[in-house]
């Protein structure tokens, strides 16, 4: 286990230099996100212990972000006098971001795939004909 | 200052000065919210992340302890957010074959959601009347923290503006998403997690995990992706306008 969170805090600090240095527009942690899933695809091979990390950290990442959230709160009144286009924006906004995305992208983005299915289905229908 | 006193002070340090009540505070907030959500059958109003804010806000308003004193010793669990983005590759990497077959899914995400997210913000801020700044400050407002505020530095708007956009947007797609989804009756977990990543960055994120493995590791995707590309797109867009 130790040697997993080693080697997390190795690639957050690689992408901390490569964010710090400018080479990437990218803030650190995901420099390293990219850098462990390159890492990862490299060795082919998931190692189960860094699955276990994983899965117990990112079960309270929603933790993680009440701090940030609770100093929301603390500058709400930097918005006081545009708070109805503000509070519209954000949340109408991303009411419609959600909707039409999910909409579209389960019509277009699911459409091949679907169709796939629905051939693969018909393909083993017609060999279940032709079998009875 | 000698080593033994040195690694006295270490181990015999007092706790008062450290952000032992700020930590334990948070924690405890998050597991009496995981609590509620889970009596309530995790119904998406209660977020766990949103009650957790309003209880720890509610702590410090009865206790009168400063939001500055609050956020200086919740430091520790703020740090955490780091090393926990990075380890979003493991979803994806234990997905990879489903997100290799998904890849016209995503790109046709992308190209939705990434427009959206930015067009119908801009587009009610500035019909209800918004300043030409705050305006700038909402346009990365779907992408994560750290990517926003480049961003928003690059086009003019207001950094500390851009991050409280960015997290009120982010609790905003936690708590909308799978309503929006049983709304559209949408049960594919790739689209309801591709979605949330790009419209609500790392908080819809962590709502995505909750629903099973395929949608947080695509929201993970889609939040990567959707912050890369507005990172290269909108001040591209910006500067031609």
């Known amino acids: 286990m130790l040697e997993q969170i080693a080697r997390v805090m190795v690639w957050l600090c690689v992408g901390e230099i490569a964010a710090r240095s400018g080479l990437l527009p990218l803030p650190a942690p995901v420099i390293g996100l990219i850098l462990l899933y390159a890492e990862l695809a490299v060795r082919r091979k998931l190692p189960a212990d860094l699955?276990?990390?994983?899965d117990r950290v990112l079960q309270f990442l929603g933790m993680l972000f009440v701090p940030a959230g609770v100093g929301v709160i603390a500058y709400l009144d930097i918005f006081k006098t545009e708070a109805l286009p503000i509070?519209?924006?954000?949340?109408g906004g991303t009411a419609m971001t959600l909707f039409?995305?999910?909409?579209?992208?389960?019509?277009?983005?699911?459409?091949?795939?679907?169709?796939?299915?629905?051939?693969?289905?018909?393909?083993?229908?017609a060999i279940r004909d032709v079998n009875l | 200052m000698s080593t033994f006193s040195q690694l006295t002070n270490l181990t015999w340090a007092?706790?008062?000065?450290?952000?032992?009540?700020?930590t334990g505070a948070t924690v405890l907030a998050f597991l009496a919210a995981t609590r509620l959500s889970r009596l309530g059958s995790g119904h998406p109003l209660l977020n766990p992340t949103l009650l957790a804010i309003i209880l720890v806000s509610l702590g410090l308003e009865a206790t009168n302890i400063?939001?500055?004193?609050?956020?200086?010793?919740?430091?520790?669990i703020h740090f955490m957010l780091g090393p926990a983005v990075v380890l979003l590759a493991v979803p994806l990497f234990r997905q990879r074959a489903v997100v290799r077959a998904s890849l016209r899914l995503i790109v046709v995400g992308l190209a939705v959601g990434l427009p959206v997210g930015i067009l119908s913000a801009v587009?009610?801020?500035?019909?209800l009347g918004a300043s030409s700044r705050t305006i700038l400050s909402l346009a990365p407002k779907s992408v994560t923290a750290g990517?926003?505020?480049?961003i928003s530095?690059?086009?003019?708007?207001?950094?500390?503006?851009?991050?409280?956009?960015?997290?009120?947007t982010g609790i905003t797609g936690a708590v909308l998403g799978p309503i929006i989804a049983r709304l559209a009756r949408i049960e594919d977990p790739r689209v309801v997690g591709l979605t949330m990543g790009i419209a609500s960055h790392g908080i819809g994120t962590a709502r995505a995990l909750q629903i099973n493995e395929i949608a947080g590791a695509f929201s993970g995707l889609g939040m990567s992706l959707n912050g890369v590309l507005t990172a290269i797109l909108l001040p591209l867009v910006c500067g031609l306008l």
């Open chain 2, 147 to 150: 990517i926003a505020v480049g």
């Open chain 2, 14 to 22: 007092s706790l008062a000065d450290k952000p032992v009540l700020e």
């Open chain 2, 123 to 127: 587009g009610i801020a500035w019909m």
């Open chain 2, 153 to 168: 530095e690059q086009i003019g708007g207001l950094q500390t503006l851009t991050v409280v956009l960015v997290i009120m």
């Open chain 1, 100 to 125: 039409v995305t999910m909409v579209v992208a389960n019509r277009l983005g699911t459409a091949v795939a679907r169709r796939e299915v629905r051939e693969a289905d018909r393909i083993e229908g």
């Open chain 1, 87 to 91: 509070l519209a924006a954000v949340i």
């Open chain 1, 51 to 54: 699955g276990a990390l994983a």
């Open chain 2, 66 to 76: 400063p939001y500055e004193t609050y956020l200086r010793g919740a430091d520790a």
